[in-house]
Nanobody, 114 residues
Framework: QVQLVESGGGLVQPGGSLTLSCAAS??????MAWYRQAPGNQRELVAD???????QYADSVKGRFSIARDNAKNTVYLQMNSLKPEDTAVYYC??????????WGQGTQVTVSS
């Protein structure tokens, strides 16, 4: 049974920073990722990182967000800087094992507002 525990969401002013964490139980995962979904929008990939540490980002967050993973702790982080109101969304952690099976966290709300 894979369990994902997310933390770090909250309310922040524009220009501020937040760090999201997602701790995964069970096995080591090939891909660890963060998605987000704003009201009325489809869920979109924010960033992902593979077991070899290569990563990719959505164009909208490049240069502002940074994804990292700690394999010893089976945890993925998303450092979010220079936050904008349009970053407001529910952020979901997603992991994939080496068989391609995907698992999702429960989501954490990030609200960027003055």
């Amino acid at each position: 049974q894979v369990q994902l525990v997310e933390s770090g969401g909250g309310l922040v002013q524009p220009g501020g920073s937040l760090t999201l964490s997602c701790a995964a139980s069970g096995r080591i995962f090939s891909i660890m990722a963060w998605y987000r979904q704003a009201p009325g929008n489809q869920r979109e990939l924010v960033a992902d990182i593979r077991s070899g540490a290569s990563s990719q980002y959505a164009d909208s967050v490049k240069g502002r967000f940074s994804i990292a993973r700690d394999n010893a702790k089976n945890t993925v982080y998303l450092q979010m800087n220079s936050l904008k109101p349009e970053d407001t969304a529910v952020y979901y952690c997603e992991v994939q094992d080496f068989f391609g099976r995907a698992y999702w966290g429960q989501g954490t709300q990030v609200t960027v507002s003055s």
